[in-house]
């Protein structure tokens, strides 16, 4: 089975903090993806990388900045959290073929106070 | 631009009752992908089924199905005989052809009762 793992369930951080979101996947996936959900509003993608050290923006990447050093993690960084990026965190895996399914973590509840 | 619709916020049935989900995808391309998804309670998103829009076939898997009207956009994913553990919410994810990403709505939210 493929397993996509977030380092954290539940995280609550201060206005201002540096914010590190870690994903680990282990079936050799080429693609990773950070989404965050919030209701009434579905998921929205934040970064996507296809390989290693690459990287491309969302639709929401404001305020978010990503790092791949290794194809299996895939870290989603806030530069200096707001209270508006509190939200649910998805970390999603697929293969390198187009239109295939993605597989997600269990995400990361994320509160700023 | 494209957009993906959900118009159902939620669904309430009693057991063994069927259940439709409605998704509009909104877009000028004739060729693209749409994904379902389930989150359950625990909250991991799992796939359920991927479609394409030049099958007009309609499927049937378990007690899932599901059919596509091309002229409307419409994908509509029924679940036969609902079970309490098909409580979750589902989402409805396009996918552009011959692209990674993929889109979400907003998500319809499913609560059988017992």
């Known amino acids: 089975d493929v397993k996509v793992t977030q380092s954290s369930r539940y995280l609550v951080k201060r206005t201002g903090e540096k914010v590190f979101l870690e994903c680990v996947q282990d079936m050799d996936h080429e693609n990773m993806f950070w989404y965050r959900q919030d209701p009434g509003l579905g998921l929205r993608l934040i970064y996507f990388s296809y390989d290693v050290k690459m990287k491309e923006k969302g639709d929401i990447p404001e305020g978010y900045s990503v790092s791949r050093e290794k194809k299996e993690r895939f870290s989603l960084i806030l530069e200096s959290a707001s209270t508006n990026q509190t939200s649910m965190y998805l970390c999603?895996?697929?293969?390198?073929?187009?239109?295939?399914?993605?597989?997600f973590g269990q995400g990361t509840r994320l509160t700023v106070v | 631009a494209q957009k993906v619709t959900q118009a159902q916020t939620e669904i309430s049935v009693v057991e063994k009752e069927d259940v439709t989900l409605d998704c509009v995808y909104e877009?000028?391309?004739?060729?693209?992908?749409l994904f379902w998804y389930k989150q359950p309670p625990s909250g991991e998103l799992v796939f359920l089924i991927r479609r394409n829009s030049f099958d007009e076939q309609n499927e049937i898997s378990g007690r899932y199905s599901w059919n596509f009207q091309k002229s409307t956009s419409s994908f509509n994913f029924t679940i036969t005989a609902s079970q309490v553990v098909d409580s979750a919410v589902y989402f409805c994810a396009p996918s552009p052809f011959n692209d990674y990403k993929l889109s979400f709505g907003a998500g319809t939210t499913v609560t059988v009762r017992a």
């Open positions: 877009t000028r391309d004739t060729t693209y992908y």
């Open positions: 999603a895996s697929s293969l390198g073929r187009k239109n295939t399914e993605a597989f």
